[in-house]
């Protein structure tokens, strides 16, 4: 069971919406005070309500009590429809679920009525917080036949749905809670072991003459104001004392310094907090579809906190459902538009396009960047000449995207650089992919990027050659494009491909060439990539060796399929 799509009819400032599609990640996004958290909160109202519709009258009971924790009237109505409005006075919840071939024949079953592949039921709440819940249905009597069922459709869903709620304020009780529960269960089991219990004996006893000394010394004191008390008697009982001996525990965070949890930062509480939260949920959800709500994850963290955070979210979106409320353009989805909800003016529409999204979260892109669908980021300058004119040379496509700025080359002006400038890409909603010479220095900053959440495999290229253990771009073009230029302009005669040893990366190559002919080559060295960048740029066609021929063939397929272009 998953849940297609979600309408909120007068909760809160929400006065409607309709049909909101939820996917494996769903992110509300907009400026504060729009109404992302209160759609968030709608939708876990509703599952917390459908939880409590079923079973017998504890858990009426219980909704009862508790309802005004997630829904009361007098704040979650809006108030600007209470004076307008005739008659009832409802907020109104609409789920869509999709219902595979098995859980039809269950709902069959347990209902005794068939269901569509796609369930619609809706909710309805008012003042006096009395859910009722109805099935949507075409056809012959509609939904009217499900009215009976209607705890039993509740306990249907709740048994295959359990949404984790995480709010924006993520204290370390949160996370204690969940700890000490951890623990009790764990401890638990020990309480059947005979030398546990044994030990436990002996800790009663020791504790006996304590609790007689005090219990005494009570009735002291207050037979001084009540004499008619004739004992006084403190006991621990064994369940309690079993329970202090598996609930009481402290978190210590060794981050370099042990720190016990209370006393870390709130960025380290919110991440501890998220953390222990997908872990429980997770293990309470084996057979159920776990959907996970945030609120504002970006909270109280720093922006590298951030970028490993959203890795970790996106992780876990492919298993399970998230849903998010945020105004941080790094949660952003911009492989699929459509699972990233626009909340404008209170009203909630699905992004799209990537343009819309920078407007109502204010982001201001650089003018090349401003309708770009893909950056290809290269190291610098000449490797952006040389292949861009490639890319066009070898795909018309990919030339079409240039030309109507989908596809922009923006270059890093130095690997070292390479985390910096990633980060200023992402903030900005632009997604890109790497070409990085395949040396040590590129995969430093690789890693470090890596590390910060800003990239992953999927988003990285290296020039690599066959049989070379470190290469970089001018490695792939053939030699024969550019000798008779160095012969000419510097003097120095490089001979043929075959002359050079495989270990050698082309600027050793080149640096060993120049020193036998007595030449500077560290003056000369960007003076030489820069003028080899020319000559492929204004003749592509052959440009590239044998060996550089099958990874850039491999490097442009990767550029048309993330355009939507590939074949």
């Known amino acids: 069971m998953r849940v297609k799509s979600f309408s909120i009819s007068k909760y809160r400032s929400i006065t409607e919406a309709n049909r ?272 996970l709500a945030i609120e504002e994850p970006e909270s109280h963290l720093h922006p590298t906190a951030i970028h490993r955070l959203r890795r970790v979210i996106m992780e876990f979106s492919g298993k399970r459902q998230v849903i998010i409320s945020t105004h941080c353009p790094l949660f952003v989805d911009r492989e699929n538009l459509a699972s990233n909800i626009v909340v404008s003016g209170r009203k909630p529409v699905p992004a799209k396009d990537i343009e819309s999204i920078r407007n109502v979260l204010g982001v201001r892109a650089a003018d090349n960047l401003m309708h770009a669908e893909l950056i290809l980021v290269v190291e610098g300058r000449d490797d952006e000449k040389s292949i861009g004119a490639l890319l066009k040379h070898y795909s018309s496509r990919v030339r079409n995207a240039f030309h109507n700025g989908t596809l922009v080359i923006e270059p890093v002006h130095g690997v070292a650089k390479l985390p910096y400038n990633l980060n200023l890409l992402r903030t900005t909603l632009c997604s890109y992919h790497c070409l990085l010479d395949n040396d040590q220095e590129a995969q430093n900053a690789y890693c470090t990027a890596e590390g910060d959440g800003l990239i992953t495999p999927a988003e990285v290229t290296y020039t690599k050659c066959r049989g070379m253990t470190f290469s970089e771009l001018e490695d792939w073009y053939d030699v024969n494009i550019y000798k008779v230029m160095i012969s000419e302009k510097y003097g120095v005669s490089i001979g043929s491909a075959s002359s050079r040893t495989r270990k050698q990366k082309w600027s050793e190559w080149m640096k060993r060439a120049f020193d036998d002919h007595g030449k500077n080559w560290t003056r000369d060295a960007k003076k030489v990539k820069r003028e080899i960048a020319e000559i492929v740029a204004s003749n592509p066609e052959g440009a590239l060796n044998k060996y550089g021929v099958p990874v850039f063939r491999n490097y442009l397929s990767a550029i048309e399929e993330k355009l939507g272009v590939g074949n």
């Open 20 to 291: 909101l599609p939820i996917n494996d990640s769903t992110i509300l996004i907009g400026p504060n005070n729009q109404g992302k958290t209160n759609i968030l909160r709608a939708f876990v109202t509703l599952l917390y309500i459908l939880r409590g519709m079923h079973g017998g009258m504890r858990n009426r009971l219980r909704l009862g009590m508790n309802a005004r924790r997630y829904y009361d009237w007098e704040t979650d109505f809006p108030i600007s429809l209470r004076e307008r409005e005739k008659g009832s006075q409802c907020t109104a919840f609409t789920l869509e679920l999709e219902i595979d071939d098995d859980e039809r024949i269950e709902f069959k079953k347990m209902i005794g009525r068939p269901t569509d592949p796609l369930l619609k039921i809706k909710v309805k709440i008012g003042r006096e917080s009395s859910p009722q819940l109805s099935v949507v249905r075409r056809g012959p009597g509609g939904g009217k036949r499900y009215a009976e069922k209607s705890q039993d459709i509740a306990k249907f869903i709740s048994d295959r749905l359990i949404c984790v709620h995480i709010p924006a304020i993520r204290t370390e009780r949160s996370a204690l809670e969940i700890v000490e529960g951890m623990v009790s269960r764990e401890l638990s089991v020990l309480e059947e072991d005979p030398q546990y219990r044994k030990a436990v004996k002996a800790i009663e006893s020791k504790q006996m003459p304590v609790l007689k000394r005090i219990s005494n010394t009570i009735k002291c004191t207050l037979n001084d104001f009540l004499p008619n008390i004739s004992d006084v008697d403190v006991k621990i009982s064994r369940e309690r004392r079993s329970r202090a001996l598996r609930e009481s525990c402290d978190v210590i965070i060794n981050d370099g310094v042990p720190t016990l949890l209370e006393n870390k930062g709130d960025g380290v509480k919110s991440l501890v907090v998220m953390g222990l939260m997908r872990h429980a949920s997770e293990q309470s959800a084996v057979k159920k579809n776990l959907i």
